[in-house]
Each structure stands twice: as C-alpha cells, then as structure tokens.
C-alpha cells in the first residue's frame, strides 16, 4: 500500500463565524444597500453553510467590496431589476452566488503594477487593499454629500 493511499481529505474548518462575516458586511456596505440588524437564525444557518466552503474572511472581504461596488447591486433604477438591492440574504443564498462575485471581484483587480496608493502617507495595503478601501472611502464619500 502507497503511503499517499493512508490520506483522507478532510474538508477545512473554519474559525470565522457568522458574527465575523455580518460584522465585514456592516463595515464595507454603503447605503442603498442594507447593513444586517439582526442575524437571524435562517441568516445563520446559511452563512454558516458557505462557510464551510468558503471560510477565509478575505474572499468574503472581496466578494463584499465588489458587491458594494456594482451599480446593479445598488437600486440603480435601470435595467430589469433597477429597483432591486444586493442583500447578504441574497450573497450567502448558495455557494454559487459567493463564488461568482468573489471570482469576478479578483478578474477585476488591478495589477499591482499599475495601481498608485493614493493616501497621504502610503497605506502599505496591497494594492488590491488599497484599491478597495480606496473605493470604499469614496463611496461612504459620496454618500455624506
């Protein structure tokens, strides 16, 4: 017998809790979309779900700051669904949902190489970071006008 045929794969198990993923949603949503007041126990259920398959805050992070990012995301007014919010109820509804916005979240970052730290000192974020909080400050920006 093959020493690798005494390995199982055992799936990840994630020290983040539904509390920490509300918590990064609060702290990167801008209105229109809603923060979470209350996390329900059918919103814990779920988000205890895409836990277990995405349990790294930081693609939650990402996926978030994309989702906050979308005009389509933010009652826009056009379209077929111009009315429609992005909600966390909607982003951890499956794995798929989580899984897209986070995969096109990181197909849209930009390259380190072509990204300048706006801030005044340096942030020291990566650039991806620096991106995202830098669009992030805008947003909560413009919505204090």
Same mark, same amino acid.
């Given at each position: 017998?093959?020493?690798?045929?005494?390995?199982?794969? =055992?799936? %990840?198990?994630?020290? =983040?809790? $539904?509390?920490?993923?509300?918590?990064?949603?609060?702290?990167? =949503?801008?209105a229109?979309? $809603?923060?979470v007041?209350?996390?329900?126990?059918? &919103? !814990? %259920?779920?988000?205890?779900?895409?836990?277990? %398959?995405? $349990?790294?805050?930081?693609?939650?992070?990402?996926?978030? *700051?994309?989702?906050? /990012?979308?005009?389509? @995301?933010?009652?826009?007014?056009?379209?077929?669904?111009?009315?429609?919010?992005?909600?966390?109820?909607?982003?951890? &509804?499956?794995? /798929?949902?989580?899984?897209? @916005?986070?995969?096109?979240?990181?197909?849209?970052? $930009?390259?380190?190489?072509?990204?300048? @730290?706006?801030?005044?000192?340096?942030?020291? &974020?990566?650039?991806?970071?620096c991106?995202? *909080?830098?669009i992030?400050?805008?947003?909560? *920006?413009?919505q204090? !006008?």
């Amino acid at each position: 017998m093959a020493t690798d045929d005494l390995f199982v794969a =055992v799936p %990840a198990v994630s020290s =983040v809790t $539904p509390e920490q993923i509300v918590a990064i949603w609060n702290e990167i =949503v801008t209105a229109p979309i $809603p923060k979470v007041l209350k996390l329900t126990a059918d &919103r !814990r %259920a779920k988000l205890s779900a895409r836990l277990k %398959a995405h $349990p790294n805050p930081e693609t939650w992070r990402t996926a978030i *700051a994309w989702v906050n /990012g979308q005009g389509w @995301c933010r009652a826009h007014g056009g379209g077929a669904h111009g009315n429609w919010t992005a909600t966390i109820d909607w982003l951890c &509804r499956n794995d /798929g949902v989580l899984q897209r @916005c986070y995969e096109q979240a990181v197909q849209e970052q $930009p390259a380190r190489e072509e990204w300048t @730290c706006p801030h005044v000192p340096p942030c020291g &974020r990566t650039a991806w970071q620096c991106h995202q *909080a830098t669009i992030l400050e805008q947003a909560k *920006a413009e919505q204090q !006008r």
